[in-house]
């Protein structure tokens, strides 16, 4: 029993010299596993930081629609016949009153000549029945009886009646003739014609062409009912402006108007139809396809703008992290009032002075210290931030976009554009305050080329 303990101890002694040896060989590891974590925490988180600005931002409400052409017509006989000729060529571009086609008119001509023929009868008979009246009433009742003298009269009664159906038969026949050939009824582009020329042709045949104006042309689209109240709003002040874009909503295509919102809502769907017009100048619209619209409603005049990437959401809301000095970062709750694929339109929280993260936010946290890219452009010196200058430019030309710039759309693109085509005529202000910007913009781009 005393060689069992004895065995038994020196196992215990053997597994404790191996555990304490085991121990001690982790300890260098384990403390360089923490001092390496603890140095990850410290180091810089690599980001990139956009400039928030200043700007007017247009507001949009997106839809999907269907072009329509504003007018369609089909082009069918009037009266039977054999087509002589077809004037027209498919997808030709027609206007009102252009001959399509011209149906064997010879049937319908002699209709005519014979209610001609039949006026001429008519009238010689009248003539007679007048001189025979204006006798019998020189006469007398004592030579020809008052009864005879009632009956001459009342034929040349019959007899002018007779001529008034002659006139109205005259102008069906010639009403009938003319609808041997065959004009189009509006302007607009002519389809694939129905009938070849030697057809013989009924009024009750489904059409000889399809006529389709093209220029201008509208198209069909709905937008969710909660929309109707602002777009109203934007309507009372004149008809907002919609842009037709592609099928991947980049490009656009034309630009025209809204001309109607829908007299009710489809409670099936819940939504609200609308009808812009576009003038398809280029033809880019054509009936039938399907065509994203982007109506502008209203524009937020002067607000601060992020990229939306820096948007950041968490438990307690919206947040983004503001690059401060020191390359440091710092959490700042913000409020978004309007926000699109690329922007973010900030209400509360956010200045144009600030530098706000748009990528790298995986190891970022508030105080984080972070690293940005050598070519990231530098914060704009005090005094010197886009809204500053921008708000120069504003006051200086105030009155002059007052006088030429009116009644353009209140955007940034918008009024340059309108300053630049009425540069000679801008005052000496105004002049001087987009030379310097000019020169400012130029002196930006020579340091960035340089670095």
């Not at 008119?105 to 001429?120: G, N």
């Not at 009956?151 to 009646?161: E, N």
């Not at 002040?237 to 919609?242: E, I, L, N, T, Y």
């Not at 709750?333 to 002075?353: D, F, K, N, R, W």
Request: proline content about 5%.
């Amino acid at each position: 029993m005393a060689k069992f303990f004895k065995r038994l101890a020196a196992v215990v002694m053997t597994a404790a010299i191996a555990a304490a040896i085991i121990y001690l060989s982790m300890i260098p590891a384990a403390q360089k596993q923490l001092s390496g974590r603890q140095m990850m925490k410290n180091a810089a988180v690599p980001v990139t930081a956009a400039q928030a600005r200043t700007t007017d931002v247009p507001i949009y409400l997106d839809g999907v629609g269907t072009a329509k052409a504003r007018n369609m017509v089909t082009v069918r006989p009037q009266v039977d016949g054999r087509i002589l000729s077809i004037d027209f060529k498919e997808g030709q571009e027609v206007k009102q009153g252009d001959v399509l086609a011209k149906i064997d008119p010879s049937t319908y001509q002699a209709q005519l000549d014979q209610a001609v023929a039949k006026k001429a009868l008519d009238e010689a008979q009248l003539d007679n029945a007048r001189k025979d009246l204006e006798r019998y009433a020189q006469l007398g009742g004592n030579i020809i009886a008052q009864k005879t003298i009632d009956t001459q009269r009342a034929l040349v009664d019959q007899l002018t009646a007779q001529i008034k159906v002659d006139d109205a038969a005259i102008a069906n026949a010639k009403a009938f003739l003319s609808y041997t050939t065959i004009v189009s009824p509006i302007a607009g582009r002519s389809g694939i014609r129905l009938v070849d020329e030697g057809n013989l042709v009924r009024a009750s045949d489904a059409g000889i062409v399809v006529i389709t104006e093209l220029r201008p042309i509208s198209v069909l689209f709905t937008l969710p009912q909660q929309q109707l109240g602002r777009i109203n709003a934007a309507l009372a002040k004149g008809p907002p402006r919609a842009d037709a874009l592609d099928a991947g909503g980049k490009a656009v295509l034309d630009t025209g108007t809204l001309q109607v919102v829908d007299n009710q809502v489809d409670q099936s769907t819940g939504t609200i139809r609308l009808k812009a017009e576009f003038a398809n100048a280029n033809l880019q619209l054509w009936p039938g396809q399907f065509v994203n619209v982007r109506l502008h409603v209203d524009t937020l005049q002067q607000v601060v703008v992020i990229p939306t990437p820096a948007v950041q959401r968490g438990p307690n809301g919206t947040f983004a992290y503001v690059v401060q000095s020191e390359d440091r970062v710092a959490l700042r709750p913000l409020t978004v009032a309007y926000q699109t694929e690329t922007e973010a339109v900030i209400s509360q929280g956010i200045t144009s002075a600030d530098r706000v993260v748009t990528t790298g936010f995986s190891r970022l946290r508030d105080g984080a210290s972070i690293s940005l890219p050598e070519n990231e452009p530098p914060p704009p010196a005090p005094g010197a931030s886009p809204a500053d200058r921008a708000a120069k430019m504003r006051a200086a030309c105030a009155d002059d976009m007052k006088r030429f710039c009116a009644n353009v759309e209140r955007s940034r693109s918008a009024i340059r554009a309108c300053l630049e085509a009425n540069a000679a005529q801008l005052s000496e202000a105004c002049k001087s305050a987009a030379a310097e910007a000019v020169a400012r913009g130029k002196r930006g781009r020579e340091s960035s080329s340089t670095e």
